[in-house]
């Protein structure tokens, strides 16, 4: 995790940047050996034989995917080079990829390539105010902005009602990766905690593979491998996954359960920001549920604009220093 943390180490772009990606090639590509048995992989397995590795072995990858061992070798090192779809292909089938994994290992061999320096800090990602208008016209979904590290970018009002537990937390932008795995609330929130966790981590590793050296994304990396031992954990574990459906299992400290399918769609003309919606399903108690917070969420608002003014500012974590 040293070398995620430090890739952006202003006093080390003297170094071959491309080393990072063949480290991350020679983990994922061993990981995903360790996941595929001969007898899944159809192999012969013999009463006698001994093996020393819980999966294929390298020269079993190769002859599956019909390559040489010595080179499949040179690849699962970092030696990318020339690598042609066919054989990306065969290795892919050899190690039973689905399709995210395949896109992650295609990131990590176009980087391996690459001799650009690392990017300094970018700016902050905005929301255009279209985007916006979009969001609020929404009022009877809960609707976020959603950035590829997990920072909420921007909600509508009935969405920021149902994080009000990620929003408790004075750092802006709010992050859903830094909630889940750094505030004891998360647990409560998410029914389905477990799995949250593991789509969260499998989505930063995509994300992370598209590029490396995305300051603000190994910051948050840094610090949650700092302070999770859970991150670290499945950090190690070089899980990649595509999440864009599903239901979440949420658990709102005002109006009770919600089983709430979601959707993500990427903006076209923002493609480092995806928009993120639930829904419930008709007559159900979790549109009860939606319909009584949006209710509470208006009742605060009264609230708020009846309230005294503060001088109070939330952290923005943009704002800490290079």
Known sequence: MERVAGRNDPNGTNRDIRDDFRA?????????????????????????????????????????????????????????????????????????????ERIHLLDLLRGAGTTRPPRRRPAQQRVRPPVQRVLDSMSGTPAFILSGRGDILAANHLGHALYSPVYADPVRPPNNSRFIFLDPRAIEFFRDWDQVAGDCVAMLRAEAGRDLYDRRLTDLIGELSTRSEEF???????????????????????????????????????????????????????????????????????????????????????????
């Open 24 to 100: 991350e090639i020679r983990e994922f590509l061993g990981t995903r050996r360790a996941k595929v048995t001969p007898e899944q992989a159809g192999l012969p397995v013999y009463g006698g034989e001994r093996r020393r590795v819980p999966g294929l072995r390298r020269e079993e990858v190769a002859l599956l995917a019909g390559i040489s061992s010595e080179y499949y070798t040179r690849l699962e090192r970092g030696n990318a080079t020339g690598v042609s779809e066919s054989i990306i292909d065969g290795i892919a089938q050899a190690l039973q990829l689905d399709e995210a």
């Open 232 to 322: 670290r954990r499945r950090w190690a574990a070089h899980n990649v996954r595509m999440h864009a459906t599903g239901v979440k299992l949420l658990h709102h400290p005002v109006v009770g359960d919600l089983d709430l399918p979601f959707e993500t769609f990427p903006l076209g003309a923002d493609p480092s920001q995806v928009l993120l919606t639930y829904t419930a399903e008709p007559a159900s108690p979790s549109q009860d549920a939606l319909n009584l917070l949006a209710s509470w969420a208006a009742a605060n608002d009264d609230i708020e604009r009846s309230a005294p003014a503060t001088d109070s500012e939330p952290v923005d974590s943009s704002d800490t220093p290079d």
